[in-house]
């Protein structure tokens, strides 16, 4: 193998084995007829050995060979990409070398970490990874949509519509036997990304690179080198054109015509202009650009939960900042966004980073955060997580008091029914919400109107009437009159219902619905603005007072402060309450020092927990 990649590179530096396939066919019919030349036969020959020797090697990547020679022959490969040209990468045939590695079972993990700890931090390589990987993850979202669609084309075998015809019918038969899952595929996709800055090094932030070539002169001077490395922009490439200085940065959107009219330019230069090759690769913005398209055809795909999880883990402070168009991500934080739970809130938390650092209008946020406050939250594994980005998300100061107020009241009947650390973080909740919105505060005092003579005054009010059947009743089973009795007294029943009924709403109409007994809140209601929580009260904070465990009971004081007070009052820190669990409270409530401890008294040792025969009807078929 090692043998063949020398032979192979010394034809292509002694010019007997050139980049583009010699014409055999040609070359065989000219040598038959007496009219070729034995040079062009052996190149096409020659030729077609290299093409073989590039085939075997690809099948040892998707064998399942020892790792030690599927690196071997990573590198030999690797070597063909920058060997066939001075200072030319070869994308082709790097692509269909990446192809084999990513798609096949039998490719080994080592060659994958060779890839990712030595090859990744070259411009070349790094743009052309990214570019198979874009190419890859569009193929195989393709093929899950041909899938659900009833196709029988594999899951990452489906080849791009607008591909070129030539190689891809070598690149279908690499890939054929043996390919990945497409949530492996994915997985694998991450890793590669995830490794990856937005620019390589030595690029950075700057510019795109434009080398100043009329101030560069043979000859060779003290201060060559850092012409050299300005020129560059500190790039590093396998291909050798940065090092060497023989590369400009390509405009990223020039088109047919500013090529050529660059071209002209070289042309008209002098011998050093013509030199000089111009690849996108060395073009910050071309680079930052394929960064963003292949996260954004990765991200299109059926993405695996744990690779979900982990993407929108780091979307606000690694993906986000690095694309160049990060509103192009909103149709999928949004997709995410409607699995609810732990997910939801990271996508949310996505949103909210668009929202405000890139403009993007989402009017519904907060009722979509509203949304996902649910019981289950509270018995969540990452529960702290999702509850320090809530706590982030509300602490504003600019969020509207109705939507406050239905956060304060959702909490407060979600703390109902929590587990008791859940308790204790909905309380502290609420105790942050409502100081940081006076306008809630009603919501824990909410004086009768007209004050408490008024109050007074309505207790005095005449008693309701008895209550009326839903269905009117026949008369002999009411014991009513006969119908002349009741045409008879039905003015005066009529008088009488008209001065009761002005009492009723006489009493009715200065208190209003809390008065009643009756909670107006809708907590079935999916919009906060619609929820009525600002004419509600806190009745649930009376409840949790009489809670069972005596602490969630003492942390209810919180609320008794005068909130408004900025000066005696501060928010609570959630960060200590979002590890609370059984064990750490009742770790807690152990190492409590208790100055007095009452005693059980007995006479003789209790054998049993209830006497006998006394609960035998209530725990039948127990032994206490």
Same mark, same amino acid.
């Given at each position: ?140 979202? #393709?093929?899950?949509?041909? #899938? ?40 694998? =996709? ?138 192009? =991500? ?11 739970? =732990? ?140 119908? #002349? ?65 005596? #602490? ?73």
């Amino acid at each position: 193998m090692h043998s063949l990649r020398l032979f192979f590179i010394d034809s292509f530096e002694r010019g007997e084995l050139g980049a583009k396939p010699v014409a055999a066919k040609e070359g065989e019919d000219a040598a038959a007829d007496g009219q070729g030349s034995p040079e062009a036969v052996f190149a096409a020959w020659l030729h077609r050995q290299y093409l073989a020797y590039q085939a075997a090697l690809l099948h040892l990547l998707g064998a399942h060979a020892p790792p030690r020679t599927q690196v071997a022959a990573f590198a030999a490969l690797m070597e063909c990409v920058r060997g066939e040209r001075p200072g030319v990468f070869n994308n082709r045939l790097y692509h269909r070398l990446l192809s084999v590695l990513l798609r096949s079972e039998g490719a080994a993990p080592e060659v994958l970490g060779l890839l990712i700890a030595k090859f990744l931090n070259l411009a070349d390589v790094r743009y052309f990874t990214l570019a198979s990987i874009a190419k890859l993850a569009k193929q195989a979202k #393709q093929a899950q949509q041909t #899938q659900r669609a009833g196709g029988k084309r594999g899951a990452c075998g489906a080849a791009d519509a607008g591909s070129e015809s030539e190689g891809e019918g070598e690149e279908e038969a690499e890939a054929e036997a043996g390919q990945v899952s497409a949530a492996d595929l994915a997985r694998t =996709l991450h890793d590669i990304l995830s490794n990856l800055e937005p620019t390589p090094p030595g690029m950075g932030g700057a510019a795109p690179l434009q080398p100043d070539t009329q101030q560069r002169a043979y000859g060779g001077s003290s201060g060559e080198e850092e012409e050299e490395e300005e020129a560059s922009g500190g790039l590093r490439s396998w291909c050798g054109a940065a090092e060497v200085g023989i590369v400009a940065a390509a405009n990223a959107g020039e088109g047919s015509r500013q090529r050529k009219r660059q071209r002209a330019l070289l042309g008209s230069g002098g011998a050093e202009q013509q030199q000089q090759q111009r690849a996108k690769w060395a073009n910050t913005k071309a680079q930052q650009r394929m960064y963003s398209d292949a996260w954004l055809a990765v991200l299109r795909m059926d993405l695996p939960e744990d690779v979900l999880k982990k993407v929108l883990a780091h979307m606000h402070d690694v993906i986000i900042p690095s694309l160049a168009n990060p509103v192009l =991500l909103a149709d999928f934080l949004t997709a995410a966004l409607d699995q609810g739970g =732990l997910t939801g809130m990271l996508a949310l938390h996505g949103i909210f980073t668009l929202v405000t650092r890139h403009g993007l209008e989402y009017p519904r946020f907060y009722a979509r955060l509203y949304q996902l406050l649910t019981p289950e939250a509270f018995h969540a594994k990452h529960r702290a997580r999702f509850f320090s980005l809530a706590d982030a998300f509300l602490a504003s100061g600019m969020v509207p008091a109705y939507t406050a107020g239905a956060f304060v009241k959702r909490l407060a009947r979600l703390a109902l029914g929590a587990p008791p650390a859940g308790a204790l973080l909905a309380l502290a909740f609420m105790h942050n919400l409502m100081r940081r919105h006076p306008a809630t505060m009603q919501l824990l005092h909410r004086p009768p109107r007209g004050g408490l003579a008024g109050a007074a005054a309505e207790a005095a009010v005449a008693p309701a009437p008895a209550p009326q059947p839903l269905l009117p009743l026949p008369p002999h089973v009411t014991g009513a009159a006969s119908a #002349q009795q009741q045409k008879q007294q039905q003015p005066a029943a009529n008088g009488t219902a008209h001065a009761g009924s002005e009492q009723r709403d006489a009493a009715k109409q200065p208190s209003g619905p809390v008065w009643q007994g009756q909670d107006v809140f809708d907590y079935s209601e999916p919009d906060p603005a619609n929820s009525r929580a600002l004419e509600s009260s806190l009745w649930e904070l009376e409840a949790l007072r009489q809670h069972a465990n005596p #602490q969630v009971a003492a942390y209810c004081t919180v609320l008794d402060k005068d909130l408004r007070d900025r000066k005696k009052t501060s928010e609570l820190d959630v960060s200590d309450l979002l590890a609370s669990s059984y064990a750490s409270l009742f770790a807690v409530e152990a190492g409590r020092r208790l100055k007095a401890v009452p005693t059980a008294f007995y006479r003789a040792p209790p054998e049993r927990l209830f006497e006998a025969g006394g609960a035998g009807a209530d725990w039948a078929g127990w032994v206490l």
